[in-house]
């Protein structure tokens, strides 16, 4: 993600970011830590973007986390 610090919030830079976060997170399907793990990023605004992880467990159980601003946490000091 420190990759997009420099950047500024397109289309494209939500794609990136969405791309960025499924590699950072695809050791949790390949350590069956969950089975699945789905991505949503919503760009609300010309700098805020949503990001929701939805994790399948091995149970089946469905754990969902939401950041509400993720680009700020990417700019952040």
């Known amino acids: 993600m420190h990759l997009l610090k420099r950047t500024t919030l397109t289309h494209q830079?939500?794609?990136?970011?969405?791309?960025?976060?499924?590699?950072?997170?695809?050791?949790?399907?390949?350590d069956g830590?969950?089975?699945?793990?789905?991505?949503?990023?919503?760009?609300?605004?010309?700098?805020?973007?949503?990001?929701?992880v939805i994790l399948t467990l091995p149970d089946h159980n469905i754990k969902t986390m939401t950041i509400n601003n993720l680009w700020s946490v990417i700019h952040a000091k």
């Open 13 to 30: 830079t939500a794609q990136r970011t969405k791309e960025y976060t499924a590699q950072a997170l695809k050791w949790m399907t390949e």
């Open 33 to 52: 830590v969950a089975l699945r793990v789905d991505i949503k990023l919503v760009r609300s605004d010309i700098d805020r973007l949503i990001a929701t």
